[in-house]
């Protein structure tokens, strides 16, 4: 008899992480449910979704009561507007899915039996007095500051998903994720690597906030989707850093999206934004140990493929 395929429900599916993350679980043979309300994703992310009968996209903001008929095996929690320019526009926002959208998802988990999976963040650590940054590190968060809305949203997630796993016994991870790039990040996105490409690419200057020493480290999409299966899939609960841990100076970044856009950009430097952390890199021993993982794409190869994507965006 042939085994009734798993259900697993992505909030925030139509976003940049979110859409990548229903395809890998579509490619292990999952019934997929994507959730999104739509203010940052976009339904353009999973278009060429449209005609796959294993897959489904619900309009719904998660802060909002919501149901899912059916049995499901896995919720991921990964709705939420994430770049710097969404926290001054969705404040309130951000910090309802943070809470009542973590709650409702977790409601679902609990309801249905299901494994539970949260998107969380290396903002959890703010701006870091330790480098590079381990879970066990408790992080340098200004609780009031412009970037509040976001770190401390996902703070909050964290704490709820583990009083979720301790008082009614919910099957939950946490992962907590470092900087992310490639295909489907809006042009308009704010952070540092669609910001770069869209700029060298309309031949406009590239702005580097301060004089660019600020440190980050940068993941391919497809090598975090990786280690977020690997964690869902895993007896591991977290909290657990996924990313890369190549740091690299936002200054060399943006010589190099310079040289690989063929681009006649100047950079031009501007004040850095309050509360923009100097150095962010992430230990990755316990995922190497306890997950096996291991980023597989090079900066060079990653950003090659990120800026055809964006090219072939911006001619359409």
């Known amino acids: 008899?042939?085994?009734?395929?798993?259900?697993?429900?992505?909030?925030?599916?139509?976003?940049?992480?979110?859409?990548?993350?229903?395809?890998?679980?579509?490619?292990?043979?999952?019934?997929?449910?994507?959730?999104?309300?739509?203010?940052?994703?976009?339904?353009?992310?999973?278009?060429?979704?449209?005609?796959?009968?294993r897959f489904r996209f619900m309009r719904q903001d998660v802060s909002e009561p919501?149901?899912?008929?059916?049995?499901?095996?896995?919720?991921?929690?990964?709705?939420?507007?994430?770049?710097?320019?969404?926290?001054?526009?969705?404040?309130?926002?951000?910090l309802t899915a943070g809470s009542a959208g973590t709650r409702n998802a977790l409601e679902l988990a609990r309801i249905k039996d299901a494994r539970f999976l949260l998107a969380s963040t290396s903002e959890v650590y703010g701006d870091p007095l330790v480098h590079p940054q381990a879970e066990e590190y408790y992080g340098n968060v200004n609780p009031v500051g412009a970037r509040a809305c976001y770190d401390e949203a996902k703070r909050f997630a964290e704490a709820l998903t583990m009083a979720y796993r301790r008082v009614?016994?919910?099957?939950?991870?946490?992962?907590?994720?470092?900087?992310?790039?490639?295909?489907?990040?809006?042009?308009?996105?704010?952070?540092?690597?669609?910001?770069?490409?869209?700029?060298?690419?309309?031949?406009?200057?590239?702005?580097?906030?301060?004089?660019?020493?600020?440190?980050r480290s940068f993941?391919?999409?497809?090598?975090?989707?990786?280690?977020?299966?690997?964690?869902?899939?895993?007896a591991e609960t977290g909290p657990i850093n996924l990313g890369n841990g190549d740091e690299m100076p936002v200054l060399e970044l943006a010589r190099l999206i310079v040289s690989l856009t063929d681009s006649g950009s100047r950079l031009r430097f501007v004040p850095a934004p309050e509360g923009d952390p100097k150095i962010r890199r992430p230990d990755l021993t316990k995922a190497r140990q306890q997950l096996g993982y291991e980023p597989k794409v090079s900066s060079h190869d990653g950003l090659a493929w990120t800026i055809e994507w964006f090219r072939q965006r911006l001619a359409e």
């Open 1 to 53: 008899m042939t085994e009734r395929p798993q259900t697993a429900v992505v909030t925030g599916g139509a976003g940049f992480i979110g859409s990548h993350l229903c395809d890998g679980l579509l490619a292990r043979g999952c019934l997929v449910v994507a959730l999104d309300n739509l203010i940052t994703g976009d339904e353009a992310n999973l278009s060429h979704l449209a005609g796959e009968p």
């Open 66 to 94: 919501f149901e899912v008929e059916g049995s499901v095996a896995y919720v991921l929690h990964f709705a939420s507007p994430a770049s710097p320019d969404d926290f001054p526009r969705y404040p309130i926002e951000i």
């Open 168 to 215: 009614h016994g919910v099957d939950t991870k946490i992962a907590r994720i470092f900087n992310t790039y490639g295909p489907r990040m809006r042009l308009d996105d704010g952070r540092v690597v669609p910001n770069f490409i869209a700029q060298a690419l309309a031949g406009k200057d590239v702005t580097v906030y301060g004089d660019g020493s600020h440190t």
């Open 219 to 234: 993941c391919y999409v497809s090598d975090l989707v990786d280690g977020l299966l690997r964690l869902l899939d895993s």
